[in-house]
């Protein structure tokens, strides 16, 4: 019995080693230049470039499916590069993460942007994540509260940049001044909502619909959106990087914009391994499986324009956003749309 | 008046602050850092005089929310500190609670507690006391502990009552460690504000400005209202130090007062 379990150790000690010397290899390996490629053979391939990927909030969730499936199913090794995901300290650090070079390509939103060309941070849209735009005004499941209701209540509101300018042009759709209602603002949507102490929260589809449900045995939120509420149909998230990384590495850009094309495919494709590999990286991300699936699945018909085009960007979505942040005072002038973009990086679709 | 007296206690700060807005403006400057990083201290400061009119509201509830949470933490402070100082027994059973009290982080507070109390002024007021009552609890039990015993004892020979006792030689004793109880709690009440306001508010708030301005990188607005902030914690440390000196003037004098000597202020 104990010679049984000497042995055990002794083999299993062996195994160890060995995927220790396998381990060691294998990041030499890529150190060197070989890559996995998308297909999981490996290939000899020029040395990697790294790329700082910057996330729009401080841990991941399924928005971030995109980037993870370009590195799990090695879309980025294939097109020479390694992208390595950072999460900012707060939702408002990754523009100054960007400026500060602390990374390379960052995620935010497109009054992120607005605001950072505001301050002057030389930043540069390369592509939209999102094109179009579901943020929406939510009651809670069952309630009998209509848009036409927003007088006097309490709404939610992030305090983000995106929520400010939404919320504006939900006033004025409903000829209604700031003071008219209650915005409140607080770490969290959902419990105030399904407690009653909010009469509307406001979100996006893909984050607020599975929360909710998952707080309500699956029941879906009353929803108020688009049109409806006066909001306009322009994209909410971009891949931003700065002007100067954008003249310096305009080959890394275009890689990986490719890869993150492809690998946003795949994961429109294969919805249920996309999110596998999103919880395979991030098993502590704090979201269930559940969570991730629904809001991955409600983030796809996002991706794509009415022409069924990915990441391209146009003068009048940064136009329409410039009314809004003006109308709200977040911004005081509007500059050309052409500020705040280039679609040169995207690849050919 | 004390010339010497005056320009070490007020020489000595004001040195020392100009130091820091030295080190300050030094690292901006030198080191090229961006305005959307961090500002020049003259450039915050304008952040603050530019947009008074919008950040006084503000800052005058924030004002509110620490003087309320400060008054409420210090009773309790004081209240749970005697108790535990008179009745051993009970301070065995409470002390760990007290200490995991302080354990629990406070935005997984916040929530329940607006869940529960709404987006009020109470929500904000019970996170400051929350705060502000562990250290002033400790302190002053460990003051009343280590009252010099004999002096008890002297008390106790010449039959002076509890209540006398402790009113005469207990509080004095512990008066001390009760202050610098306060000071710590009064710096951190203003922390406790904004973990407060930035848990939920309903309206606007100093916190929700400042995350506000950090959202439209504008560094000098962040430092700006930082600057406020600082200056709520400043003052209520320095109206707790103005407390302590008028509270214990045995330190300044050595001899006792006029009444005392004439037999005021006996035992019994």
Redesign the interface.
């Known amino acids: 019995m104990k010679h049984l379990v000497l042995r055990s150790a002794l083999v299993s000690a062996v195994i160890a080693s060995s995927g220790l010397v396998a381990v060691g290899l294998s990041a030499n390996a890529q150190a060197a230049g070989t890559a996995t490629g998308p297909t999981g053979s490996l290939t000899m391939s020029a040395p990697l470039t790294t790329v700082k990927f910057v996330y729009d909030f401080p841990g991941p969730d399924m928005e971030l499916i995109p980037i993870v499936v370009g590195q799990d199913q090695g879309f980025y090794a294939a097109a020479g590069l390694k992208v390595n995901t950072l999460f900012p300290a707060?939702?408002?650090s990754t523009?100054?993460m960007l400026?500060?070079g602390a990374g390379n390509v960052g995620f935010i939103t497109t009054s992120?942007m607005a605001?950072?060309v505001?301050?002057?941070?030389p930043l540069e849209s390369i592509a939209n994540y999102s094109m179009t735009n579901n943020w929406t005004i939510f009651a809670k499941p069952g309630s009998k509260l209509t848009a036409a209701d927003l007088k006097g209540k309490?709404i939610f509101s992030w305090?983000?940049?995106w929520t400010?300018t939404m919320l504006g042009f939900v006033l004025k759709h409903a000829g209604l001044s700031a003071s008219q209602v209650?915005?409140?603002?607080?770490?969290?949507d959902t419990?105030?909502l399904m407690?009653g102490?909010i009469d509307f929260d406001t979100s996006t589809t893909n984050y607020a619909v599975p929360a909710i449900q998952g707080a309500d045995n699956g029941a879906k939120p009353v929803m108020f959106t688009g049109a409806q509420i006066g909001v306009p149909n322009i994209p909410i998230w971009v891949y931003a990087v700065t002007k100067a990384y954008a003249a310096a590495h305009p080959a890394t850009a275009k890689a990986f914009l490719a890869a993150t094309l492809k690998a946003t495919k795949w994961a429109i494709a294969n919805p249920a391994a996309a999110v596998n590999d999103f919880v395979k990286m991030y098993p502590n991300s704090g979201y269930s499986k559940a969570y991730s699936t629904t809001g991955w699945n409600l983030t796809i018909p996002l991706l794509k324009n009415a022409a069924g085009k990915f990441f391209v960007q146009t003068d009048a979505q940064w136009a329409t956003l410039d009314q809004g942040m003006i109308a709200t005072k977040?911004l005081k002038s509007a500059p050309a749309p052409s500020t705040y973009y280039t679609n040169a990086f995207i690849p050919a679709q | 008046m004390n010339w010497r007296r005056v320009l070490r206690n007020v020489f000595g700060p004001i040195v020392s602050l100009a130091a820091v807005i030295g080190i300050w403006q030094a690292i901006i400057v030198w080191g090229h850092v961006?305005?959307?990083?961090a500002p020049r201290p003259l450039v915050a400061l304008q952040a603050i005089t530019s947009n008074w009119s919008i950040l006084w509201p503000l800052t005058s509830w924030t004002i509110k929310e620490t003087v309320y949470g400060l008054v409420a933490g210090a009773v309790i402070g004081v209240v749970f500190g005697v108790i535990m100082a008179k009745v051993p027994l009970l301070a065995r059973t409470v002390y760990p609670v007290l200490i995991m009290s302080q354990a629990i982080p406070i935005?997984a507070l916040?929530?329940p507690l607006?869940?529960i109390l709404?987006?009020s002024l109470m929500p904000k007021v019970v996170i400051v006391a929350w705060i502000v009552f562990f250290p002033v609890t400790v302190n002053l039990l460990d003051g009343l502990n280590n009252v010099d015993k004999d002096l008890l004892t002297l008390a106790r020979v010449l039959g002076a009552s509890r209540l006398k006792t402790f009113f005469v030689i207990e509080v004095p004793g512990a008066i001390t460690p009760l202050f610098s109880g306060l000071k710590i709690g009064a710096t951190y009440a203003v922390t406790g504000a904004i973990i407060a306001e930035?848990?939920?508010?309903?309206?606007s708030?100093l916190a929700?400005y400042q995350?506000?301005q950090?959202?439209?990188?504008?560094a000098a607005g962040v430092y700006g209202t930082t600057i406020l902030m600082t200056a709520i914690g400043i003052s209520w440390f320095l109206l707790m130090l103005g407390a302590e000196y008028m509270a214990t003037p045995w330190r300044r004098r050595s001899v006792a007062r006029r009444g005392w000597r004439s037999g005021k202020q006996k035992l019994q």
């Open positions: 707060s939702t408002s523009s100054a400026a500060t992120d605001d950072a505001a301050a002057k941070v309490k305090g983000d940049t400010q209650t915005i409140v603002t607080a770490s969290n419990p105030l407690d102490k977040q | 961006a305005s959307y990083i935005v916040a929530l607006v869940l709404g987006f930035l848990a939920a508010s309903s309206g708030s929700e995350r506000a950090a959202g439209q990188l504008n």
